[in-house]
């Protein structure tokens, strides 16, 4: 039997494999409150290489806090935004793969093939679910398959590769198509998944661009009205290529960098509820700077090591946000130095970082710039992952805290 990916996903990043029992405290007081949100551990191969850490550490923080805390529903492993090259490493390990296919996207092939075999996306198209009749031309679709259809073909590549190694149906896949130039309309997102069906890919989730920014660690940036309408429209296309393409019924839209939107919460649980709809949310980084607020909060060595991590990641900033550029912004003349931090108390230090809008000491550029800053701490090796021992609890209680009040109850109650 093939795995089938529950309604409501919630990818839970964890950079130094210490935090899965708090991420998955989380999920079980959403159980026990009567919503059902299944943990995936996800860890990119960059953040593998910049750590020093392996898919199977991921494996096995995942395994044992299932064990530990007794957690009889599914979870998963997510080979995060791997490729080709880089996805052997985790086979063993992952039982959830999030296809990148960036690199494609806009290599132009000939679409001609495509558009004579589906003369049926030309013309005036009725989305259930779409308030609009959608008008397309043969030139239109032609130009959209154009774009994605290298895209799709590598995706097809890679999920071969993988099917290969573990079998069809012993893993979940997920197409990342978020990082083009523009948001996909409808239609575009519906040739997408009808060229992903014609590669004969089994998808389960999907990842397209929205409007506006979803930068690191921070609220949403953009039109929260036209978010809505494209979230909505983006549920209502897949429901149409799951009922008319053979897709997968548990298809659903995948929100990366997902962590802390807290103004799209709402507009997205309530087109849920009333398409009936499942989502993937992915909220890796949140859970790092949780640590960090945890070390700060605890005072002595740990605040000692979180106003350490600031000033290096201060010193350098611009190497650290050069890989992330187009996903943070930073107002450098609103970044203290280290030495005003180095005299802040835990409370100021916690206030600062904290992502508490009506904190008129918060500050999202900080923010941002520890978001990026894992390398720092990864760098300090076991000085930093001793005090993750030590400060223990005052770190999982923030951990737990986060994910649940400030992310799974506004997403999913």
């Known amino acids: 039997m093939s795995i089938l990916l529950p309604r409501y996903t919630f990818g839970v990043g964890d950079r130094f494999a210490h935090q899965a029992e708090a991420q998955l405290k989380a999920c079980m007081m959403a159980a026990e409150r009567g919503v059902e949100v299944i943990p995936v551990w996800n860890k990119s191969n960059r953040e593998h290489t910049i750590i020093g850490s392996s898919p199977s550490s991921v494996r096995h923080a995942a395994d044992v806090a299932v064990h530990k805390l007794g957690w009889h529903k599914p979870y998963f492993c997510d080979a995060d935004h791997i490729n080709f090259e880089t996805v052997d490493r985790f086979i063993g390990a992952c ?76 893993f979940v896949t997920e197409v990342s198509m978020d990082e083009t130039d523009y948001p996909q309309t409808p239609v575009e997102l519906l040739i997408i998944l009808v060229a992903i069906a014609d590669e004969g890919i089994p998808i389960q989730t999907i990842a397209p661009k929205f409007t506006g920014r979803f930068n690191k660690g921070v609220d949403y940036v953009g039109d929260v009205a036209k978010f809505t309408e494209e979230f909505s429209d983006d549920i209502a296309a897949i429901a149409f290529a799951v009922a008319n393409y053979g897709l997968p ?39 790092w700077l949780e640590e960090l607020i945890g070390l700060a909060e605890a005072g002595g060595d740990g605040l000692v ?22 996903v943070i912004d930073i107002d450098p003349a609103k970044l203290p130095s280290p030495g ?61 805290e986060n994910l649940f009040e400030r992310h799974i109850k506004p997403l999913f109650f």
């Open 95 to 170: 039982d959830f793969y999030t296809i990148d296919v960036a690199d494609w996207i806009g290599k132009t092939v000939d679409a001609s093939l495509f558009v004579a075999e589906h003369p049926e996306l030309i013309g005036e198209l009725s989305i259930p679910g779409v308030s609009r009749t959608l008008t397309t031309s043969k030139e239109f679709v032609a130009q959209v398959a154009g774009k994605y259809l290298a895209a799709v073909t590598e995706a097809g590549r890679i999920y071969r590769k993988i099917e290969t190694a573990k079998g069809a149906g012993n």
């Open 249 to 287: 019924s548990t298809l659903k839209l995948s929100v990366h960098s997902g962590s802390d939107k807290f103004s799209i919460y709402e507009p997205i649980r309530k087109k849920l509820q009333k398409f009936g709809a499942g989502v993937h949310v992915k909220t890796a980084g949140t859970n």
């Open 305 to 326: 090591m979180a106003k350490e991590i600031y000033a290096d990641s201060y010193a350098h900033e611009e190497e650290l946000c050069k890989p992330y550029a187009t």
């Open 340 to 400: 005003t931090v180095n005299g802040w108390s835990s409370e100021q230090y916690v206030n600062a970082l904290r992502h508490d809008q009506s904190c008129p000491e918060f500050n999202p550029s900080l923010r941002q710039l520890l978001h990026v800053g894992f390398k720092i701490a990864a760098k300090k090796g076991n000085s930093y992952l001793d005090l993750l021992d030590e400060y223990k609890s005052d770190i999982s209680r923030n951990v737990t």
